[in-house]
């Protein structure tokens, strides 16, 4: 019997911002993955611990949990969960505070180019693929 083996990519979004989520998701569409978008670290907590998530792309500041805080959690519950920050403040403490506790892939800020956050979710792929084989 030959073994299934599920291609399924999933990626998390995660914004506090209605319209933000709204646009990154649809920015996503063309990479033909599934694409799982919320609006707080609870509901993406929530998300992590019932799917196998290939990359979580997350807004820096939210209310409550901050970026850095909700992927330091990610890294422990998943840590074949590639991470990446997406922000409108670039703070350099606050990305060296992510990078550092949450073990940040990378990092992007808003407004964005759709064609460079399409390279860089690519690009962290590809990356979580060759760091966990």
């Given at each position: ?19 933000v ?54 890294a ?58």
């Amino acid at each position: 019997m030959a073994t299934h083996v599920n291609s399924k990519v999933n990626i998390l979004v995660v914004d506090d911002d209605p319209q933000v989520l709204n646009s990154l998701t649809r920015a996503l569409r063309p990479l033909n993955h599934v694409v799982m978008s919320v609006a707080d670290a609870i509901e993406g907590e929530f998300v992590i611990n019932n799917n196998k998530i290939d990359l979580v792309l997350c807004d820096m500041h939210m209310p409550g949990e901050n970026g850095a805080q909700f992927l330091a959690k990610v890294a422990r519950k998943s840590p074949s969960t590639t991470r990446m920050i997406i922000t409108g403040d670039v703070e350099f403490s606050s990305i060296n505070q992510a990078v550092n506790d949450g073990k940040i892939y990378s990092f992007m800020t808003k407004p964005w180019q759709n064609e460079e956050l399409l390279q860089m979710v690519s690009e962290g792929l590809s990356y979580g693929q060759q760091e966990n084989k």
